[in-house]
């Protein structure tokens, strides 16, 4: 038996007032799911380097890289980030992440879709 879709979800482009939300809601995914394969002191290291202030932002600002916002009933549920790859025209998803409170409502593949549909839409 499959969970039930939430009554109300939005996307958003990401900016960087919403860093710091997508930064926590990295926090809250990977120490729910990273324990069995890394270890605290590993994800802590990861999320410091990763989701640092300044290693997003930069990201968005040089890197051209787009955060996604994913909101459940207004409230932050997971977020989406993708850029330029390598090959020139190509473009790479670089993380999908939800709660695990949301996983198995396909809000996973929600988030995929409109990252497909913004890069098929960018010139």
Request: with cysteine; aromatic share 8%; charged share 20%.
């Amino acid at each position: 038996m499959s969970a039930t879709p939430p009554d109300r979800t939005e996307i958003i482009r990401a900016t960087e007032v919403d860093l710091p939300v997508i930064a926590e809601l990295a926090g809250v995914i990977w120490r729910a799911c990273y324990p069995a394969i890394i270890s605290h002191a590993q994800i802590d290291y990861m999320l410091a380097r990763m989701y640092a202030p300044g290693t997003l932002s930069e990201e968005i600002r040089f890197q051209r890289i787009r955060y996604e916002l994913l909101l459940v009933d207004g409230k932050p549920a997971g977020f989406a980030s993708y850029g330029p790859a390598s090959e020139p025209g190509a473009m790479k998803l670089h993380k999908l992440y939800l709660l695990p409170e949301w996983h198995g409502r396909g809000l996973g593949g929600q988030l995929l879709q409109h990252c497909e549909r913004a890069v098929s839409s960018s010139p």
